[in-house]
């Protein structure tokens, strides 16, 4: 997927531009998110909302009602992991120009509030844990993907197989919250702080593999022009305090 140059180029001037926008007209903008980039992109639209003077609603959907979302014209930008951006690009779904990545999120571990903490400081004592774990709990999306990456270079797939829960519909954390699991593994961004369970801390060294998100605008919205001023705003140096709040870390252009 290629970055529009013009929008990298135009990340310093990108407050300058939506604040001129906003001065000419107000707009209402739905941007449909992934559930990884949810609590970034909720920061950002309130930031850029009190800025521009915009409206800014973030929806977040997936599946079935994802595409019905897209579809029906209600929304003006969409987030998402890189494949999942290919395939609306390749489907004519959004302005292909615009495709711009704009946040990456680690992995995490957390327990069900109250329980031990276990060692994760370092690839042994990760790889100890999961052993030692009566049950574990992960998503089948980018995080999942690259968790069970991660225990497959363990050599750990078979042994882990029977007591590992595959999520959907849902942060790990809900799962683990109402004792589904023993841990959960997911983005630290959707862990930290859920109530009923307790955040552990990052996976360790090579095993930390991150998930990209890319935001772009939709063909079919109606506020093109302030929908491009907010992905300047999401790639501008004002934007990247308001993402790490969210324990996640601007993508580096």
Known sequence: MRTCAKFAAA???????????????????????????????????????????????????????LERRIS????????????????LVKGGKVVASTVTPFVVAGLGLSVRAGAPKPDISTV?????????????????GCSGTNIAEGIAQ????????????????????????????????QQTNIMVGVPGTDYVGPLPGFLNKPCPSSVAVLTTSKQQDAARAMIMFMISPDAAPLLRKTHVEPATR
């Not at 029906?72 to 395939?87: F, K």
């Not at 519909?169 to 959960?184: K, Q, W, Y």
């Open 11 to 65: 990340s310093i001037l990108g407050a300058v531009a939506f604040m001129s926008y906003g001065a000419a007209t107000t707009a209402e903008l739905v941007i449909l998110t992934n559930q990884g980039a949810t609590p970034g992109v909720r920061e950002l639209a309130a930031a850029f909302a009190q800025a521009s003077g915009h409206k800014v609603t973030v929806v977040q959907e997936e599946g079935a009602a």
């Open 154 to 185: 363990l050599g750990l797939t078979e042994q882990l197989k029977a007591k590992t829960t595959f999520t959907s519909g849902g942060p790990v954390t809900d799962f683990l919250a109402r004792g589904d699991f023993e841990i959960g593994i």
């Open 72 to 87: 029906s014209g209600s929304a003006d930008l969409v987030t998402g992991n890189p494949g999942t951006i290919e395939v």
């Open 124 to 140: 042994d004592a990760y790889k100890a844990t999961l052993l030692a774990a009566k049950s574990i709990g992960y998503s089948r």
